[in-house]
């Protein structure tokens, strides 16, 4: 399948729009009825957005080639004092390698009305690291999956998922051999906008990010007019807008990917001019491309996601 973007943008380094394809990608649209619904239910902003649908969110269907057989899977719970709860998570190895083995390693952060089984889209995590992206082998990693809640991964109170993964899931994570150093974050819709907002949080923490259709809200008044539990207040959207703060991600690669017919579309659009002018450094790879808020575009966006994360975790 190949996407044809805008030419690069003239106003800046960090913003580069690409020509992208992909070979050898699973392609499993499972998640195709989940953006209608949120539309339609009013989480994802604009009712309009519906209008579009008709062959805005069609996509020419990968070649498939299969993926490598995957590694094991570990799941479980434990009591999170962040968020006060005990909470479920995975852990997914790559092919050929087990549980206590030392590893790179991506969180990856489900969506809203997802958990820690269906964080990707159509795929498990050790699924996902056994892909072959344009025919290579993704290098070994893990991955995390782990439940964050309907609270799109900020801080609220009584229920701060941030500090949940800063203080409880990535220390878990290390003390079994994984992410030693710094690690990567990925994400899809709520997920993405969590994966962005703790990259600005705690650059220190992260090797790089990468976002599918990150759920960006413009103001507090359109995140509160679709979804009154996104914040629990304008000062918390203040505090967490990951727009206002995208200038901490100055030494952060980012990716991050969303359709045209996305209703956070213009949300993703003010990140990417937001994001820093860095002369000289890594630019950020940004897609815009023909797609909506569904599977059917999450889906393809996984494979070169991890691929730009294992680039930088290798």
Request: hydrophobic share 40%; glycine share 12%.
């Given at each position: 399948?190949?996407?044809t973007?805008?030419p690069v943008?003239?106003n800046?380094?960090r913003?580069?729009f690409?020509?992208?394809?992909?070979?050898?990608?699973?392609?499993?649209?499972a998640?195709?009825?989940?953006g209608?619904e949120?539309?339609?239910?009013?989480?994802?902003?604009?009712?309009?957005?519906?209008?579009r649908?008709d062959?805005?969110?069609?996509?020419?269907?990968?070649?498939?080639?299969?993926y490598?057989?995957p590694?094991?899977?570990?799941?479980?719970?434990?009591?999170?004092?962040?968020?006060?709860?005990a909470?479920?998570?995975?852990?997914g190895?790559p092919?050929?390698?087990?549980?206590?083995?030392?590893?790179?390693?991506?969180?990856?952060l489900h969506?809203?009305?997802?958990?820690?089984?269906?964080a990707?889209?159509?795929?498990?995590?050790?699924?996902?690291?056994?892909?072959r992206?344009n025919?290579?082998?993704?290098p070994p990693?893990?991955?995390?999956?782990?439940?964050?809640?309907?609270?799109?991964?900020n801080?609220?109170p009584g229920?701060?998922?941030?500090?949940?993964?800063t203080?409880?899931?990535?220390?878990?994570?290390?003390?079994?051999?994984?992410?030693?150093?710094?690690?990567?974050?990925?994400g899809?819709?709520?997920?993405?906008y969590?994966?962005l907002?703790?990259?600005?949080k705690r650059?220190?923490?992260?090797?790089?990010?990468a976002?599918?259709?990150?759920?960006?809200?413009?103001?507090?008044?359109?995140?509160?007019?679709?979804n009154?539990?996104a914040?629990?207040?304008?000062?918390?959207?203040?505090a967490?807008?990951?727009?206002?703060?995208a200038?901490?991600?100055?030494?952060?690669?980012?990716?991050?990917?969303?359709?045209?017919s996305?209703?956070?579309?213009?949300?993703?659009?003010?990140?990417?001019?937001?994001?820093?002018?860095?002369?000289?450094?890594?630019?950020?790879?940004?897609?815009f491309?023909?797609?909506?808020?569904?599977?059917?575009?999450?889906?393809?966006?996984?494979?070169?996601?991890?691929a730009?994360?294992a680039?930088?975790?290798?």
């Amino acid at each position: 399948m190949t996407n044809t973007s805008p030419p690069v943008s003239p106003n800046g380094p960090r913003r580069l729009f690409l020509r992208y394809g992909l070979a050898g990608v699973v392609v499993v649209v499972a998640a195709g009825g989940a953006g209608l619904e949120l539309v339609s239910r009013g989480v994802l902003p604009g009712q309009g957005a519906l209008d579009r649908f008709d062959g805005a969110c069609s996509m020419a269907a990968a070649d498939l080639t299969g993926y490598a057989a995957p590694g094991p899977q570990v799941s479980g719970t434990f009591f999170s004092r962040a968020r006060n709860r005990a909470v479920g998570y995975t852990i997914g190895y790559p092919p050929g390698h087990r549980p206590g083995a030392k590893l790179p390693l991506v969180v990856m952060l489900h969506g809203y009305g997802g958990n820690h089984t269906s964080a990707l889209s159509g795929l498990s995590p050790a699924q996902a690291l056994a892909l072959r992206v344009n025919g290579t082998p993704l290098p070994p990693m893990a991955m995390v999956t782990v439940d964050g809640g309907p609270g799109y991964w900020n801080p609220h109170p009584g229920d701060n998922p941030q500090a949940m993964l800063t203080n409880e899931l990535i220390p878990m994570c290390r003390r079994r051999g994984l992410g030693i150093s710094r690690i990567g974050l990925m994400g899809i819709s709520m997920g993405g906008y969590g994966a962005l907002l703790l990259a600005e949080k705690r650059p220190d923490l992260v090797a790089a990010v990468a976002a599918i259709s990150p759920a960006i809200w413009t103001s507090y008044a359109q995140a509160r007019s679709a979804n009154a539990g996104a914040y629990a207040s304008p000062a918390d959207f203040t505090a967490d807008d990951a727009v206002t703060h995208a200038a901490a991600l100055a030494r952060v690669p980012v990716r991050v990917a969303s359709g045209y017919s996305d209703p956070f579309y213009p949300g993703v659009r003010a990140f990417a001019r937001a994001l820093p002018k860095t002369p000289g450094g890594d630019p950020a790879t940004v897609i815009f491309a023909n797609g909506c808020h569904d599977g059917s575009f999450f889906t393809p966006q996984e494979p070169p996601s991890l691929a730009f994360l294992a680039s930088h975790l290798s």
